[in-house]
């Protein structure tokens, strides 16, 4: 780190916001950059839960990624990386299990797991329990020199550059408020542990895959209850996973798509 305009402040090249996969990716590829770099680049993460966590509301038993393990973190940037899914396996002792399943998509549970290994592996470079309330300029004459990264336990750190990776927000039916009584699907294994075994009846809104998922997960948890699908289309709306649709995840399309004018980004 260097110091900031007043001297005696240090400043990072980078500081990001929210420690789900996308820093954590981030931090990953910082990390093995410094093993070898002449000039080390000073990342610093905050995350505002107490410890790594990625959907834990959607943790359900059976349920697989929808995106294949080799597009995950780092096999396509370093695949040698001693970061990657196979290490994790190797070290867990699951690596000749895994492979004998032969599949592309482990579990979202040990999927999980395997973010947790590897935010361990990187846990110098976040702060956790630290929630952002502002990001704020900080000028050197009229041009702005640094970012200050303010956070609510009054803990502010300066940077050249900021990522934001804070995650989705829930999205509910307009007129609809979360309760005790209506969930969105991101707390669904948090929040089906209190329902009484004997509870006669769910409504799930929604045509998605994680909709579909919730509705097989109460039918399974609560067998003797009447379970709702209710959706606008005809049926459930699978996730395209197919090679033409997947290209949107490779590097090259990223670039294009990042060095694109203003009006072919937004038309793609």
Same mark, same amino acid.
């Given at each position: 780190m260097t110091q900031?305009?007043?001297?005696?402040?240090?400043? @990072?090249?980078?500081?990001? =916001?929210?420690?789900?996969?996308?820093? /954590? &990716?981030?931090?990953?590829a910082v990390a093995e950059y410094n093993e070898t770099a002449a000039e080390p680049v000073a990342a610093h993460f905050v995350e505002q839960q107490a410890s790594f966590g990625w959907h834990r509301g959607m943790l359900i038993d059976d349920a697989?990624?929808?995106?294949?393990?080799?597009?995950?973190?780092?096999?396509?940037?370093?695949?040698?990386?001693?970061f990657s899914f196979l290490s994790y396996l190797h070290d867990r002792g699951r690596l000749v299990e895994f492979v004998n399943h032969k599949t592309l998509f482990p579990l979202r549970a040990e999927f999980h797991d395997y973010f947790g290994w590897c935010a361990a592996r990187v846990g110098d470079m976040v702060s956790y329990g630290?929630?952002?309330?502002?990001?704020?300029? =900080?000028f050197d004459g009229d041009e702005i020199? @640094?970012?200050?990264?303010?956070?609510?336990?009054?803990?502010?750190?300066? &940077?050249?550059?900021?990522?934001?990776?804070?995650? /989705?927000?829930?999205?509910?039916?307009?007129? &609809?408020?979360?309760?005790?009584?209506?969930?969105?699907?991101s707390e669904l294994v948090h929040r089906a542990r209190s329902v009484p075994a004997d509870a006669g009846r769910f409504v799930v809104v929604g045509a998605g895959q994680s909709?579909?998922?919730?509705?097989?997960?109460l039918h399974t948890a609560f067998p003797d209850a009447e379970v709702c699908a209710v959706f606008s289309r005809f049926g459930y709306s699978p996730s395209d996973d197919?090679?033409?649709?997947?290209? =949107?995840?490779?590097?090259?399309?990223?670039?294009?798509?990042?060095?694109?004018?203003?009006?072919?980004?937004?038309r793609i």
């Open positions: 900031g305009l007043a001297g005696d402040v240090p400043v @990072y090249d980078l500081i990001g =916001v929210g420690f789900g996969p996308s820093n /954590l &990716a981030l931090a990953i697989t990624m929808q995106v294949s393990f080799p597009k995950a973190l780092v096999p396509l940037r370093n695949p040698t990386s001693r630290r929630e952002v309330v502002a990001v704020e300029p =900080v020199a @640094y970012v200050d990264v303010r956070s609510a336990c009054g803990t502010v750190q300066r &940077a050249r550059n900021v990522v934001l990776a804070t995650g /989705l927000r829930p999205r509910v039916p307009e007129g &609809a408020e979360l309760s005790d009584r209506i969930w969105h699907n909709a579909a998922e919730v509705t097989a997960h197919s090679p033409f649709a997947n290209r =949107v995840f490779d590097p090259e399309t990223v670039d294009e798509f990042h060095d694109a004018p203003p009006e072919v980004r937004k």
